[in-house]
């Protein structure tokens, strides 16, 4: 987790996120921002060239909450460190998920709504 967070994931196209920059970013964050796509991109050439485990990597298993990195028993192929901070800048500004993956995107793509019906929740007061 590089600390870059979109407001959603439900966009028109399935499986994409949008990243939408603007002018009241400054430089150096736009120059974090850039320095962690090369690094997830370093990530996935691990995972084509077969240096990285293709179920058990930091980029299929993130995000990483302090939970699993504290736990006793790690047994991932990749190191504590390199999950919790995948680049130096991370430790200063280290956002701490509260929970890892949860059913990949199912509660995305499969919509469950929990609202009181239109007709229950009008009274006869109005």
Same mark, same amino acid.
């Given at each position: 987790d590089y600390g870059f967070h979109a407001p959603t994931v439900s966009f028109p196209v399935a499986g994409t996120l949008m990243i939408e920059p603007t002018e009241s970013e400054s430089k150096a964050e736009l120059d974090r921002f850039c320095e962690a796509m090369i690094a997830i991109h370093g990530e996935? /050439? @691990?995972?084509?060239?077969? !240096?990285?485990?293709?179920?058990?990597?930091?980029?299929? /298993? @993130?995000?990483?909450?302090? !939970?699993?990195l504290l736990a006793e028993e790690w047994g991932r192929g990749y190191t504590r460190e390199s999950a919790a901070y995948p680049l130096e800048w991370v430790r200063a500004r280290k956002y701490w998920p509260p929970v890892s993956r949860i059913d990949s995107v199912y509660g995305d793509r499969n919509l469950f709504c929990t609202c009181v019906p239109v007709d229950e929740s009008v009274t006869g007061d109005e």
């Amino acid at each position: 987790d590089y600390g870059f967070h979109a407001p959603t994931v439900s966009f028109p196209v399935a499986g994409t996120l949008m990243i939408e920059p603007t002018e009241s970013e400054s430089k150096a964050e736009l120059d974090r921002f850039c320095e962690a796509m090369i690094a997830i991109h370093g990530e996935i /050439r @691990a995972l084509e060239t077969g !240096e990285a485990d293709r179920q058990d990597n930091a980029l299929k /298993r @993130a995000p990483h909450p302090a !939970e699993d990195l504290l736990a006793e028993e790690w047994g991932r192929g990749y190191t504590r460190e390199s999950a919790a901070y995948p680049l130096e800048w991370v430790r200063a500004r280290k956002y701490w998920p509260p929970v890892s993956r949860i059913d990949s995107v199912y509660g995305d793509r499969n919509l469950f709504c929990t609202c009181v019906p239109v007709d229950e929740s009008v009274t006869g007061d109005e």
